[in-house]
C-alpha cells in the first residue's frame, strides 16, 4: 500500500534548496545523509534512516551520500553504481538517472567531494547522525564535526545554517503538510486496528504487533519505538512484556513514519475490558477536554506555552471538581499541582522527527529570548514559539500517578491538605491516561490531522467491545 503515501514533487524538493541557498547568501551548504550503523558485524546494519535535513532536501534516504547547496545551484555526492549491486541489492540508477529522479543540477561521484569542497571557502554543515559521518566530514572540511548533540554549534556558518534550516523547516510547505497527512491518516488506522484486538489479547506485545503490522501494511516505519503499556504512568514504557488484565487501561503512543521520512506522533488511552470504569472515564474525560482545549489555542500569534498552561489549568479545575484537590485554581497551579498529575509539556514541534528539529536543541524549540523553565514539569515543555500557519504540533496532556512524584515531599507539601489522598484513593484503577494528536496551525482553525483516531470514550469503547 505504498502507493497511498504522496510522492514530493521534485520542484518542491528544489524550491526548498532554492530557498536555503537565499537565506545563507553565498556561504555554501554541506549536509551529509548518514551512514549505516552496524549491529555487530559490518555487514549487518541496523535500519538505515538518513539525516532528516537531508531528507528536507533531497527526499530520498540515500546511505553515504551529500547534498552540496549554494547560490550556483545543487550539487549531489553519491557512489556510483557497483557491478556486484544486481547480486545483492537489485539495479541501481546511474548518477545521470540520480539526477534527473531528483530534479537537482548535477551528480558527481563520491570520490570527488573532497577536491570539490577544497575549492570552496568556509563551508557550513550541522552535526552529522552518526560517527563514521562525524569523521567523514571533519577530513573533508578540514574542521572537527562531532555527531549531533543538541546545542553545541560554535563555527559561525554552521550557526547561520541552523537558523536557516529552522527558519524553513519550522513552517511546512504544501508538500510536507500532504506527507504529514498521509502519515496521520495511516497511523490513526493502525490505533483502531489496535482497539479492536485488545479484547481477544493476552499481552501488550500482541496488542503493539498488530498495530506495527498495520503500519508496515501501509508501507510505514515506526517514527519512535512503540509504547504499548498498561502502565501508563511510565511515559516512555517501551517493553511489551506486561499482561493484560480485566479492568486495566492500555496506552498506546504509536506513530509511522513515511517512505520520505514525515512522521505522526498520536496516543490513545483505552479499556482492555471495553469499558472504562466510573473513575476511569471521569478521569478520562478531564484529559480529553484539556486536549480539546488546547487544540483550540492552536492558531496564528498564540504562544504555544499557552496551549501547555490551558491543559494544566483545565487538568486542576478536573481534579477539584473530582474532589482530589482542594482550593482556588489559580492558586492551585501556583503550588504545582498540575505538575504532580501531568509532569510534562503538552507538545512538540513535528515533521520530519516525532521531536522535530530538536538535535538543535532548543535553538529550535524556544524563540529568541525565551527560556526553558527552572521549575519541575515545566520544564520538560519543548515548545515555546508563537505559533504560525504551517506549523505542525503535537497536542498530549495526560493525568499520571507516579508513585515517585506522589511520595516525594518536595513536590507535595506545597499544596498540603488541599491535596485530599483518600479521594484521590479512590482513582487507583488509573494508572496513566495520555490523549494526543496532531494539529497544523492555519490560517483559520487548527487542523487536527488526526481526527481519524476515535477520542471519545464512547467511540472508543464501541470500537474495543467490537473486536
Same mark, same amino acid.
Given at each position: ?69 549554494? /547560490? ?5 555526492? &553519491? !557512489?556510483?553504481?557497483? *557491478? ?5 541489492? =537489485? %539495479?541501481?540508477? @546511474? ?110 506485545? /500482541? ?5 506495527? &503490522? !498495520?503500519?508496515?501494511? *501501509? ?5 519512535? =519505538? %512503540?509504547?504499548? @503499556? ?238
Amino acid at each position: 500500500m505504498n502507493d497511498a503515501f504522496p510522492l514530493s514533487a521534485p520542484s518542491s524538493l528544489a524550491a526548498r534548496r532554492r530557498a536555503l541557498a537565499a537565506l545563507m547568501q553565498g556561504t555554501p551548504a554541506l549536509l551529509c545523509a548518514g551512514a549505516p550503523v552496524s549491529r555487530n558485524y559490518p555487514a549487518n546494519v541496523f535500519p538505515f534512516r538518513a539525516s532528516s535535513h537531508f531528507l528536507y532536501l533531497v527526499g530520498r534516504a540515500m546511505a553515504g551520500c551529500y547534498v552540496l547547496v549554494s /547560490e550556483g545551484g545543487t550539487t549531489l555526492f &553519491a !557512489e556510483p553504481p557497483d *557491478r556486484d549491486d544486481a547480486l545483492w541489492h =537489485g %539495479p541501481r540508477p @546511474t548518477l545521470e538517472q540520480l539526477g534527473s529522479q531528483l530534479g537537482v543540477e548535477a551528480v558527481a561521484p563520491l570520490a570527488e567531494l573532497l577536491a570539490h569542497v577544497q575549492r570552496l571557502r568556509d563551508v557550513a554543515t550541522l552535526p552529522p547522525p552518526d560517527h563514521a559521518s562525524a569523521r567523514a566530514l571533519s577530513e573533508v572540511l578540514g574542521r572537527e564535526i562531532v555527531v549531533a548533540s543538541g546545542p553545541s554549534l560554535t563555527h559561525a556558518p554552521d550557526v547561520a545554517l541552523a537558523d536557516a534550516m529552522i527558519a524553513l523547516r519550522l513552517r511546512h510547505d504544501e508538500a510536507a503538510r500532504a506527507q504529514l497527512r498521509a502519515a496521520a491518516k495511516a497511523s490513526a488506522a493502525a490505533h483502531v486496528a489496535g482497539m479492536r484486538a485488545t479484547r481477544g489479547a493476552q499481552t501488550e506485545a /500482541e496488542v503493539c504487533s498488530v498495530i506495527v &503490522a !498495520e503500519l508496515r501494511r *501501509r508501507g510505514m516505519d515506526d517514527a519512535y =519505538g %512503540p509504547i504499548v @503499556t498498561v502502565h501508563g504512568e511510565i511515559l516512555h514504557a517501551h517493553g511489551h512484556e506486561g499482561a493484560l488484565q480485566p479492568g486495566d487501561l492500555l496506552l498506546c503512543d504509536v506513530g509511522g513514519e513515511s517512505p520520505e521520512g514525515w512522521a505522526s506522533d498520536i496516543t490513545r488511552t483505552w479499556p482492555v475490558s471495553g469499558r472504562f470504569s466510573a473513575t476511569q472515564r471521569a478521569i478520562y474525560d478531564v484529559v480529553l477536554e484539556a486536549n480539546v482545549r488546547a487544540i483550540d489555542r492552536v492558531r496564528p500569534g498564540v504562544r504555544y506555552r499557552e496551549a501547555h498552561e490551558v491543559a494544566k489549568r483545565t487538568i486542576v479545575e478536573g481534579r477539584v471538581s473530582l474532589g482530589v484537590l482542594r482550593g482556588a485554581v489559580d492558586g492551585l497551579l501556583e503550588r504545582g499541582a498540575a505538575n504532580l498529575f501531568f509532569p510534562h509539556g503538552v507538545g512538540h514541534l513535528l515533521g520530519l522527527d516525532v521531536h522535530d528539529l530538536e538535535d538543535l536543541g532548543d535553538r529550535a524549540g524556544y524563540a529568541p529570548g525565551r527560556n526553558r523553565s527552572a521549575r519541575f514539569g515545566d520544564r520538560y515543555l519543548r515548545l515555546d514559539r508563537d505559533l504560525e500557519p504551517g506549523m505542525a504540533v503535537t497536542i498530549e496532556p495526560g493525568f499520571y500517578q507516579v508513585p515517585g512524584i506522589l511520595s516525594d515531599p518536595e513536590l507535595t507539601a506545597p499544596l498540603g491538605a488541599d491535596l485530599d489522598r483518600e479521594a484521590l484513593a479512590r482513582f487507583s484503577d488509573v494508572r496513566g491516561i495520555r490523549i494526543e494528536d496532531d494539529v497544523v496551525c492555519t490560517e483559520g482553525d487548527p487542523e487536527v490531522l488526526t481526527s481519524a483516531c476515535p477520542k471519545r470514550a464512547a467511540d472508543v469503547e464501541a470500537i474495543v467491545s467490537s473486536g
